[in-house]
């Protein structure tokens, strides 16, 4: 049986200024899974897991936390979320180590047991040796880091994590993933937003897609993928292709051409008329960004 | 009620941290409240000393309070501190208690040095004296942190709050007869600065020191305390909010 952690019905958000930030969301997230949101800047999701983190309230519809209503049962999901908000930082003149034992503390840890935990948690996302190290003096990969290892030491089931790898290098990304998904092993539910197609595809079990505060598309990445199934990509390089394999119909984006072709025998044929030209060509499969292009539209792109 | 006094503990502890690794800023802090009383001894001797200690008192305990304001905006807007809490077992009152504990905390030295100068001035000279000194400026301190926290709901830019709270604090705790004794000021015009929330704090204390030359009643000051008090804390209650609307 599918134990869900959070299940919303028709839920929506429309702030005091008139925007309408969700336009009846139902979602259903399972027990154990990295489920991210995706989504433009603006799309809705952070107005989402605010509500179910209970920081925002609903205009209307339900929504529900481990069984609990976000509305008249907050205080019973607090003891069992742990959030790292959108944009959020440490003190500068803290340590790693006070900031994650705050949390230790505020969770209701005695002193003994939150020492422990906290030594734990700096441990495993390797903090350990900058734990005495003043915040302002980390790299933005370790700040972030020690924002998760907050949300970590709880011991919360649930963490809620708002675009937790923004402004973080590539090579910080990968560690947060990797530890992103050390925490599902040990047992936890993770919802994440993000607006990085590469983020939701290395590290989801499912992925919901937002845009304009409505769900677009919902499942595993594999289940996305093959609504782009045929949608077989080619970037050609090199100077006055639009013209010259004009029957191929290619798009400029970012100053490469892409050409979509839907079969075999059509990759092969496009692929012969770039090479005749003396144009390099190069062949991507289908990924994520194919599956939102195709269904928010090709404004993302451009 | 032991969660929730670890919970005030463990903020106020981590809240005074960055005070703690920069000491310089406390030993800043203690100047500028220490600062006009200073002026206070070298115009006026001993007495202006003493006026003076009471204005460093009030500013410590009570004015202070205006200042948390700034963790509130600060905490919300740009650490993104209070989505974390909001999140948390944390209840609103415990962040506020633990925001206003950490600023008692970080003005402990100020607070401190004057009670004893007092003491050597024989201003406070009994046990009850220093109590009655004490629960004065807890009450007022309250109510002003409520004040604090009043500000920094209501303000959403982190600029704006820095000049809110220190223009506020100019107003309250050096322009108004915080720091000098209100018999300096021309009789007809006293009356008005009772208007001032801060000023009937220090004129209380210098009634009960027998050091004021003005003729108000213990009893009515004492009133106009504890009405600055609901009003703050009523504001508070019915302005502020933890989860947002």
């Known amino acids: 049986m599918v134990n869900y952690v959070v299940e919303t019905r028709g839920l929506t958000k429309v702030y005091s200024n008139g925007v309408e930030a969700l336009k009846g969301i139902d979602i259903r997230i399972r027990e154990g899974e990295i489920h991210t949101l995706l989504g433009r800047n603006g799309a809705g999701k952070t107005t989402f897991i605010r509500i179910i983190a209970t920081q925002l309230m609903p205009t209307s519809g339900e929504a529900y936390v481990y069984g609990y209503d976000v509305v008249k049962e907050a205080d019973r999901i607090r003891s069992k979320v742990a959030v790292v908000p959108q944009e959020s930082k440490t003190y500068n003149f803290t340590t790693p180590w006070h900031e994650v034992y705050l949390a230790a503390r505020i969770w ?8 422990k935990k906290v030594e734990e948690v700096l441990k495993r996302l390797e903090l350990w040796e900058h734990r005495n190290k003043l915040c302002i003096q980390l790299s933005g990969g370790l700040r972030q ?26 090579v910080g990304r990968r560690r947060i993933w990797e530890f992103i998904r050390e925490i599902r092993d040990l047992g936890k539910t993770i919802i994440l937003t993000t607006h990085y197609m590469d983020e939701a595809e290395e590290i ?22 093959s609504i782009v199934r045929n949608g077989i990509k080619i970037y050609v390089y090199g100077d006055d292709v639009g013209e010259k394999l004009g029957n191929w119909s290619p798009r400029n984006v970012d100053g490469r051409w892409i050409i979509n072709v839907s079969n075999e025998e059509e990759l092969i044929e496009a692929i012969r008329d770039a090479l005749s030209y003396g144009y390099r060509a190069t062949i991507k499969p289908p990924d994520l960004e194919d599956v939102f292009i195709n269904l928010v539209g090709e404004m993302y792109e451009e | 009620m032991r969660s929730s006094l670890r919970r005030i503990l463990a903020y106020a502890h981590y809240s005074i941290i960055p005070m703690i690794k920069q000491p310089m800023q406390i030993i800043t802090l203690v100047g500028y409240i220490f600062l006009p009383m200073i002026f206070m001894a070298i115009f006026l001797r001993d007495t202006g000393a003493i006026h003076g200690l009471i204005g460093v008192l009030v500013n410590s305990a009570v004015l202070s309070g205006v200042f948390t304001s700034q963790d509130y905006v600060y905490n919300r807007i740009y650490f993104r501190l209070q989505d974390f809490l909001v999140s948390s077992p944390m209840k609103s009152w415990e962040y506020v208690a633990g925001v206003t504990l950490s600023t ?43 004040l ?25 705790g050096f322009l108004a007869p915080v720091y000098y004794p209100m018999d300096l000021i021309p009789p007809n015009y006293r009356a008005y600065t009772l208007i001032l929330p801060s000023t009937p ?26 009405i600055w008090n609901i009003l703050f804390i009523g504001l508070s209650i019915k302005v502020a909010y933890w989860r947002e609307k």
Not at chain 2, 114 to 137: D, G, M, P, R, W
């Open chain 1, 108 to 115: 209701g840890y005695g002193r003994v047991e939150a020492r």
């Open chain 2, 148 to 172: 604090g926290y009043l500000i920094g709901t209501l303000t959403n830019n982190p600029t704006t709050v820095n000049g809110l709270s220190n223009i506020l604090v100019l107003v309250l």
């Open chain 1, 145 to 170: 880091r020690t924002l998760l290892a907050r949300a970590l030491v709880t011991d919360a089931e649930l963490l809620i994590l708002d675009e937790p790898t923004i402004g973080v290098d590539p």
């Open chain 1, 204 to 225: 989801s079990d499912r992925v919901t897609i937002i845009d304009s505060g409505k769900i677009v598309a919902e499942g595993t990445i594999e289940e996305l993928l």
């Open chain 2, 104 to 146: 008692y905390i970080i003005m402990t030295p100020s607070l401190a040095l004057s009670l004893v100068v007092l003491y050597y001035f024989h201003v406070i000279s009994s046990v009850i004296s220093l109590l009655i000194t004490l629960i004065i400026l807890l009450v007022g301190g309250i109510g002003f942190s409520f």
């Open chain 2, 201 to 226: 704090i220090p004129e209380l204390l210098r009634q009960i020191y027998h050091i004021s030359e003005t003729c108000f009643n213990i009893w009515i000051l004492g009133i106009l305390v504890i």
